[in-house]
């Protein structure tokens, strides 16, 4: 019988659409306030921001269609798409886009552990290899809709991780609440060590 995660795999190895449905020069002029968090070249300059580079479009454009509704809380960005309507959306995204990801540097301390649950994961809590969606290059896949995680910065990573095991990010109903079940299986350490190994994945 096939498993979730297989045909998740299987996602992952269809070919990745980069390029957004928006207008990337158009997109440029509605990011300049998302600059003062994210950085005018879409990496962070804030702790806790996510890098936005070089992330897909599609990923991109549901997050913030999430973000708008109030699906996904962000409260230091409540009010900011409001004005945007959904073509705006697609440009910003586009934008984003359509910019060099960054990488990072991991812990040396942490990066062996980091590796194996990332590529292997932890067979005796179930918990899945993050290769199976997000590639071993941690580029994701943007026709699955699988976010690029590689080089996103570590602290950003870990509240993510720790806000899905705990419940408070709900974000991945439309993959079966995946990352809910996978972070449910990692303890602080495990998490702070997977993020780590995130953030100097390229």
Avoid at 131 to 155: E, K, M, V, Y
Avoid at 183 to 201: C, H, K, M, P, V
């Amino acid at each position: 019988m096939l498993t979730k995660w297989f045909l998740l795999g299987m996602l992952a190895l269809a070919p990745a659409v980069v390029v957004g449905a928006g207008d990337a020069e158009a997109g440029k002029a509605l990011a300049a306030p998302c600059g003062a968090c994210h950085g005018q070249n879409g990496v962070a300059i804030v702790p806790g921001a996510p890098n936005l580079a070089g992330q897909s479009a599609r990923y991109l454009k549901s997050q913030l269609e999430m973000i708008k509704s109030g699906v996904r809380p962000v409260p230091l960005m409540a009010g900011q798409l409001d004005p945007m309507s959904s073509g705006d959306l697609d440009n910003l995204a586009t934008y984003f886009a359509s910019m060099s990801a960054t990488v990072g540097q991991a812990d040396g301390d942490l990066i062996s552990v980091g590796e194996q649950i990332y590529r292997g994961g932890i067979s005796q809590k179930a918990v899945p290899a993050c290769t199976a969606c997000h590639t071993p290059t941690g580029s994701g896949n943007a026709l699955a809709g699988f976010p690029h995680i590689g080089g996103q910065r570590a602290d950003y990573v870990i509240v993510q991780l720790v806000a899905y095991r705990e419940g408070t990010r709900q974000t991945d109903d439309a993959y079966g609440a995946a990352m809910r079940q996978v972070a449910n299986g990692l303890t602080d350490r495990e998490i702070s060590a997977l993020a780590s190994y995130i953030q100097g994945l390229y």
